[in-house]
C-alpha cells in the first residue's frame, strides 16, 4: 500500500506508512522520492534535525516554510488523507535514506 504524497498535482514522493501511534496520531514509513520532490527538498533541508543547539527561529522558520507548501497525501485508494503536519527527514535506517512522518487527524486513516 503506497500513500502518495502531491504539492499540486506533482508527485513529491510516496511511502507505506507502515509504523503508525494511533495514541499519538502519527505515522511514518521510508520515503521514496517521485519527480517532484526537488521542488520542496530545499524546504526539509531547513529541518534542525537531532541538533539539540537549533533554536526556536530556526525551527520556527522551517515551520512557516514547510507549511506554505501545502503539501496533500492521498491513500492507495485515491481518498485525501486529513493531515496537521508532514516532515520529510533524513534518516539512516531507512531503505532510501529518508522517512515520511505526518500527523494524522483522518479518522478514516485510523480504521484502514
Given at each position: 500500500?503506497?500513500?502518495?504524497l502531491k504539492l499540486?498535482?506533482v508527485?513529491?514522493g510516496?511511502?507505506?506508512?507502515a509504523q503508525r501511534?494511533a495514541?499519538?496520531?502519527?505515522a511514518?514509513?521510508a520515503f521514496?522520492?517521485?519527480?517532484?520532490?526537488?521542488l520542496v527538498?530545499?524546504i526539509f533541508a531547513?529541518?534542525?534535525?537531532?541538533?539539540?543547539d537549533?533554536s526556536d527561529?530556526q525551527r520556527?522558520?522551517y515551520?512557516?516554510?514547510?507549511?506554505?507548501?501545502a503539501?496533500?497525501?492521498y491513500?492507495?485508494?485515491?481518498a485525501?488523507?486529513e493531515?496537521?503536519?508532514?516532515?520529510?527527514?533524513p534518516?539512516?535506517a531507512s531503505?532510501?535514506?529518508?522517512?515520511?512522518?505526518?500527523?494524522?487527524?483522518?479518522?478514516?486513516?485510523?480504521?484502514?
Amino acid at each position: 500500500m503506497s500513500y502518495v504524497l502531491k504539492l499540486r498535482d506533482v508527485i513529491v514522493g510516496r511511502s507505506d506508512l507502515a509504523q503508525r501511534d494511533a495514541d499519538r496520531r502519527t505515522a511514518r514509513g521510508a520515503f521514496r522520492p517521485g519527480l517532484g520532490w526537488e521542488l520542496v527538498e530545499p524546504i526539509f533541508a531547513l529541518l534542525p534535525v537531532g541538533d539539540v543547539d537549533a533554536s526556536d527561529e530556526q525551527r520556527s522558520r522551517y515551520r512557516r516554510a514547510r507549511d506554505t507548501l501545502a503539501l496533500v497525501l492521498y491513500a492507495p485508494n485515491g481518498a485525501l488523507v486529513e493531515t496537521s503536519r508532514i516532515d520529510i527527514t533524513p534518516d539512516a535506517a531507512s531503505s532510501t535514506g529518508l522517512t515520511l512522518d505526518v500527523g494524522v487527524v483522518d479518522d478514516a486513516f485510523w480504521r484502514r
